[in-house]
Each structure stands twice: as structure tokens, then as C-alpha cells.
């Protein structure tokens, strides 16, 4: 890769913050909205007893909320990660660093990623790359962040809606097939905000994927952004695509086979991670809304953020009357609008 490369992607990099920092109020729909969590008026429980605390790839976690990956590459993104593994550490979350790519061709960079280990020794720590990355250099993504498992993203349209952007997947399946066999940490198989549907997800199951990140449609809108980074702006044809989160979510849980799910795209309170979690995920990643309090208010206004989404979460469960987790399984759940009509068509199995 040359030089010229390398600063592109910088540049690329950098424009992704920008415009993820100007559409910030501009949210689409994840469907969430559709899902109603059946009110509880004797829930008989304490609040200060709400019990958050899950296991995640071996390690604890005081709640089940994955810092999604951003960034990494440069001066300024290096920052970003130092106070994104800060608030990792401090609320007890996970977090993933954006791809690796740039540190792979150009080992100058390699800081502004391992800057993320160093501030969490201990925490859950994601490594990223793309799903085309051939075995050998995810391997050194892992190590170079001592990972405790790796993403692989797809970002089919974001590629081709980038005028230097791939144009070839063919191969996908057999790289990550190869992928799962060489690799020592768990692989996660990541969308970026188009969502998962069933028929990928059976495609990607059937090879041995086991962590699926259904990155769903509603939050940061990557056709968005590319378009609006051409100049002059493209056509913004694409700026709809995508499964909301809500559905690819239950697409991916109707399957129900032995998967682990992270529920990513447009969350933006602890009321919808609530409800992605009684959905059936895992984990819930966030991004967009991580980003836009730290560059916009600072380090201290996005703990504040963490902290008032744990909140909210404890307030929902104890409203619903799930005093953990696993309590939160049980609660029932009402589908309406567009969700609704979702589930009908493509015959999903709802509990
Ligand atoms: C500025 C920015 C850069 C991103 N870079 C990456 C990346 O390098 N690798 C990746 O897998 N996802 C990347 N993402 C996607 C996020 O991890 C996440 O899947 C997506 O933004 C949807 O979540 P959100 O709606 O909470 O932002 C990026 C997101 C943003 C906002």
C-alpha cells in the first residue's frame, strides 16, 4: 500500500467523524419504536438491586454495552480511542477499535490503536477488520492489540458508494470460513448500519460464525455519508437501504440457533437497549452517539451519557420487573406499525 493510499484513507477516516458529528440529529428509523415493553405497576423491586453484570468473552462486564468500532489511524483518532478505553474501563463496557487496515499498511499508526489496550489493560478489547482481510494480517490485528476477539465488518454499499472503494466480494465467505479456523479469539462478523437478514445469517452460521453484529439500519448512515462526502454530493439514492435494527434483530433471533448477537445501529437510550436486549441480543453495541458526546461535549459529558443509559436501562427493567438480565427474557412484549407488518411478511418466529 502506498503513501497515497494510506492518506486517503486518513482523510476518509476523518470526514466519516465529520459528517457522523453533522447528520447527528438527523435519525432514521431502527423500529424500536414498534416495540412496546408491557408495563409493570407492582414490580416489587428495588431499584439499587437492578443487577447489570453479564460475562463476555470470559471476562466481566457491569453492563452488557460494547463501544463499537470507530476509529484509530491518526494523531487525532488516537485521542478518540485513549478516552473511548477510559470510559471502557470506568463504566466496566467493551469496546472495539475501528479498522486496523491503516496500521496494517503503515506501522506508524499502530499507537493510535494499542493506545486503547493501554488504558484497559483488563477490559474486553475488539479488534477490526474487513471480511476480505486475508488470515494472516487479522492475526496481526489481534496481537497488535492483545484482542480479546475480532470483528469483521461488511460494508458492501459503503464500498460502493466510495468512488476508491472495493468493487469485488466475491470470496467473502470462503476468507471468513479461513478466517475462523486460524484464529485464536472469537470472531465476530459485523454489518455497519445495513442490518443482517436471515439469509445471510444462515449463509455465515452454516460456515461456523458464532458472533454475529447485526449492525441495523437507523443510526449512523454510511449511504449518507459517502454520498455527502463526493464532491459534488452524489445522488442520495441509497440513503433508505437497510433492515432497521429492531428487525434484522429478530430476523437473526427467529433463526433461533445457538448464536451470540450483538444489537448495534441507532441506539441512542437505555430504553432501547432494553428493548434490544429483550429482543434477543447479547450485547448492544453503540458508536454514533459515543462519538458525537465526545467530540461535541468532551470526556466528562460522555460518562454522564454512559452513566444515564445504565440508568434508564435499570429504570426500564425494573418497570418491566426483571431485576437481571435473565429476568428480562421473560418480559412480554407488544409489535405494532411497520415492525409488525415486518415480522407478518417475513414470517418470523416472535416469542
Ligand atoms: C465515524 C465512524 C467510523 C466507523 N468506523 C468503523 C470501522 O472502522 N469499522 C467498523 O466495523 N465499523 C465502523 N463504524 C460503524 C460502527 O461500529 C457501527 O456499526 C455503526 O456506526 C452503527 O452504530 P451507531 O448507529 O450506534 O453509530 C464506524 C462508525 C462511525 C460513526
Not at 205 to 234: M, W
Request: proline residues 4%.
Amino acid at each position: 500500500m502506498n503513501k497515497f493510499n494510506n492518506d486517503k484513507r486518513l482523510t476518509r477516516k476523518l470526514d466519516h467523524i465529520k459528517l457522523t458529528l453533522d447528520l447527528a440529529d438527523k435519525n432514521t428509523s431502527t423500529r424500536f419504536e414498534d416495540v412496546k415493553l408491557v408495563h409493570q405497576a407492582v414490580p416489587e423491586l428495588n431499584f439499587n438491586e437492578i443487577n447489570l453484570n453479564c460475562t463476555w468473552l470470559g471476562k466481566k462486564l457491569a453492563a452488557p454495552i460494547l463501544i463499537n468500532a470507530i476509529t484509530g489511524g491518526s494523531e487525532p483518532t488516537e485521542e478518540i480511542n485513549a478516552s473511548l478505553a477510559r470510559m471502557a474501563r470506568k463504566h466496566g463496557l467493551a469496546m472495539a477499535v475501528g479498522s486496523q487496515t491503516a496500521a496494517l499498511n503503515n506501522k506508524s499508526t499502530i499507537k493510535t490503536y494499542q493506545i486503547a489496550r493501554q488504558e484497559n489493560p483488563d477490559g474486553i478489547l475488539l479488534a477490526n477488520v474487513s471480511a476480505l482481510t486475508p488470515y494472516e494480517q487479522v492475526l496481526r490485528a489481534v496481537e497488535m492489540i492483545e484482542a480479546d476477539g475480532v470483528q469483521l465488518h461488511l460494508n458492501v454499499l459503503q464500498e460502493l458508494l466510495m468512488p476508491e472503494g472495493d468493487r469485488d466480494f466475491k470470496g467473502t465467505l470462503e476468507n471468513i470460513a479461513q478466517i475462523l479456523v486460524k484464529c485464536p479469539v472469537p470472531v465476530i462478523v459485523k454489518e455497519v448500519g445495513f442490518g443482517i437478514s436471515q439469509e445471510t445469517a444462515l449463509k455465515l452460521i452454516k460456515i461456523g460464525v458464532a458472533y454475529l453484529d447485526i449492525g441495523g439500519y437507523g443510526g449512523t448512515n454510511f449511504a449518507l455519508i459517502e454520498s455527502l462526502r463526493n464532491h459534488p454530493p452524489q445522488e442520495q439514492t441509497f440513503k433508505t437501504w437497510g433492515i432497521p435494527t429492531a428487525a434484522s434483530l429478530l430476523e437473526v433471533k427467529s433463526l433461533q440457533k445457538p448464536l451470540q448477537i450483538i444489537a448495534t445501529g441507532g441506539i441512542q437510550t437505555g430504553l432501547e437497549i432494553c428493548k434490544a436486549l429483550r429482543l434477543g441480543a447479547n450485547m448492544v453495541g453503540i458508536a454514533g452517539l459515543f462519538l458525537t458526546r465526545l467530540m461535541l461535549k468532551g470526556e466528562e459529558e460522555l460518562s454522564s451519557t454512559i452513566s444515564n443509559l445504565l440508568r434508564e436501562l435499570k429504570i426500564t427493567m425494573l418497570l418491566c420487573g426483571a431485576r437481571n438480565l435473565t429476568d428480562l427474557n421473560k418480559v412480554p412484549l407488544v409489535f405494532s406499525g411497520e415492525l409488525l407488518n415486518w415480522i407478518r411478511q417475513r414470517k418470523l418466529k416472535v416469542d
